[in-house]
């Protein structure tokens, strides 16, 4: 009697044990696991003079002690483990868990969805702005065919842009910090020409951009029109799907 009241005893302490780690683990959202909630998210730091910037999700650094986000460079989706708020942008600091807060977002993010944080103007003259994408869209209708759209974050340019795609105009007066709708086009390659609304002049052409079935990118400007230094007017692909 006394050896199976001993085999009872250890047994229910394991099944106890169990039973509050799953409680435990159901009762955190933070523990969701990336391919549970399938949401991924990517930071562009298109900024000249806002330097070096780290991201904390619900006040834990995501990108790495030494992985910053840098002006220009677009390192490119992540997975979200949590959609726990908030997001909150640091000056990065080597080796460091602190910094000032230079802004914070609590967008809601959806299960299954990819999203993009474009970061522009000056923080110089305050101007530093934000414009967040949701980075989907529905097929196309049609086979052999892609979907692009085009996002202006580039402070100069308020008078809007024109995008040409292999001679044909695909976005027309585009103004600062737009977003806009994705359109079909049919696959192959394409010579991409921003040019100042109105005018004749190409600012910026990207000569080899390939469009593939069934997939949807977006094409984005930042920098300025009236500079010719790194912070000069520039274009950049991404692939949303």
Do not use: H
């Amino acid at each position: 009697m006394k050896r199976s009241n001993i085999i009872f005893f250890f047994t229910f302490l394991v099944f106890a044990g169990i039973l509050i780690a799953s409680i435990s683990s159901c009762g955190k959202e933070g523990a969701a696991s990336p391919t549970g909630l399938n949401i991924q998210y990517e930071v562009l730091n298109l900024s000249p003079d806002l330097g070096a910037i780290d991201l904390y999700i619900d006040y834990r650094q995501v990108n790495g002690a030494t992985s910053p986000y840098i002006f220009s460079i677009n390192p490119g989706y992540f997975y979200v483990t949590s959609t726990d708020v908030p997001y909150q942008f640091r000056p990065y600091v080597p080796n460091a868990s602190t910094g000032t807060v230079l802004f914070s977002r609590s967008d809601i993010l959806k299960t299954g969805l990819k999203y993009s944080l474009f970061i522009s103007g000056n923080k110089s003259d305050n101007s530093l702005t934000q414009t967040f994408t949701v980075d989907a869209d529905t097929v196309p209708t049609t086979f052999g065919r892609g979907k692009i759209r085009f996002v202006n974050v580039s402070p100069t340019a308020t008078a809007g842009l024109d995008v040409y795609a292999n001679g044909t105009l695909a976005f027309k007066a585009v103004p600062y910090k737009y977003v806009s709708k994705y359109i079909e086009v049919p696959v192959g390659n394409y010579d991409l020409q921003i040019n100042a609304t109105g005018k004749t002049a190409i600012l910026k052409e990207l000569p080899s951009v390939t469009i593939q079935d069934g997939r949807l990118y977006t094409l984005y400007t930042y920098g300025y029109t009236n500079r010719a230094d790194s912070a000069a007017f520039n274009a950049g692909m991404i692939t949303n799907w």
